[in-house]
């Protein structure tokens, strides 16, 4: 399993941005998958995940602000990130669960204020 990610960069504080992320190999598309991220000195965490159904589960200090969608034709998921604020400034990786979590290299999201 290979998750590529891209989108990452740098952003003004009340601005947006959109990760995607593409699975490739022999998989399933029809896993849940997300975005995790993490600051520098802090744990990894979710971020946003969304079930092969659609069902999707947003971290407290992330909703109303990102969104989450994905392509199973395509195995791609996306994150798409508004209203920016310097505190979501991360590594950020695609995660996808084919029976346990993978996840692909981070894309660097970094917010200025």
């Known amino acids: 399993v290979q998750l590529q990610a891209s989108g990452g960069g740098l952003v003004q504080a009340g601005g947006s941005l959109r990760l995607s992320c593409k699975a490739s190999?022999?998989?399933?598309?029809?896993?849940?998958m997300g975005w995790y991220r993490q600051a520098p000195g802090k744990q990894r965490h979710s971020v946003a995940l969304i079930t092969a159904a659609g069902n999707t589960n947003f971290a407290d200090s992330v909703k109303g602000r990102f969104t989450i969608s994905r392509d199973n034709a395509k195995n791609m998921v996306y994150l798409q990130m508004s209203s920016l604020k310097p505190e979501d400034t991360a590594e950020y990786y695609c995660?996808?669960?084919w029976g346990k979590g993978y996840w692909g290299q981070g894309t660097q999201v970094t917010v200025s204020s």
């Open positions: 995660y996808g669960n």
């Open positions: 190999g022999f998989i399933s598309s029809m896993v849940t």
